[in-house]
């Protein structure tokens, strides 16, 4: 009995109920994000299993606001929700760094440091002459893991800090040369070192 008295008491009504309706919203819509995301990155496994629970939890979140159609709080708490979750969902979309991009860099001609030490590093280039609108330019492509893409720029400013680069993202990938990670091997002295493959 003191159960359904506290459902149907104004603190429930105007503050817990908006509550669960804000975190279903945040979880729906951060489920929504990233399911589009593994369908532009071609994970079709993914996609269908996030679906499943996105509507699963945006049916719970609708119903409750239909059954309290004189509550404006739970309408500004929907609305908050979906606000919040379209954020969690890019920053998570941020730190998973699933995918691949592909990486443009237009340099002046004098780019033969920086195309060294990125092939040191191990990531596959494609280098081509070209002509900017005031001298003679090289054109460098990579298609790199999101993960190296941080290291990769780094490359970049430390030996031609004014490169132009745009960075896209690329749904798939046939062949190519990609960055090995690198592996940890233990010494005969029991030390560990950072060893490419």
Known sequence: ???????????????????LIVLARICDVSLDTLRMIFISK??????????????????LAIGQIMQHLDNIVCYLAYGCGF???????????EKLLIGDVII?????????????????????????????????VKLIFSVIKRENIEHFVSVINQYNPRA???????KSVNEGVFKRPRKRIIN??????????
């Open 1 to 19: 009995m003191e159960h359904f008295q506290f459902i149907n008491s104004d603190v429930f009504a105007w503050v817990i109920l908006p509550l």
């Open 42 to 59: 071609g994970l079709k496994n993914m996609a269908p299993l996030l679906g499943f629970f996105e509507v699963i939890i945006w049916l």
């Open 164 to 170: 132009f680069y745009t960075i896209e993202d690329v």
């Open 104 to 136: 443009r860099v237009i340099t002046g001609s004098d780019a033969i440091d920086l195309i060294g030490e990125l092939k040191s590093q191990n990531f596959g280039l494609t280098v081509v002459d070209a002509e900017g609108s005031q001298q003679k």
């Open 188 to 197: 005969s002295l029991g030390f560990m070192n950072n060893k490419g493959k």
């Open 83 to 93: 606000a919040l979750g379209n954020y969690l969902g890019m920053y998570l979309d």
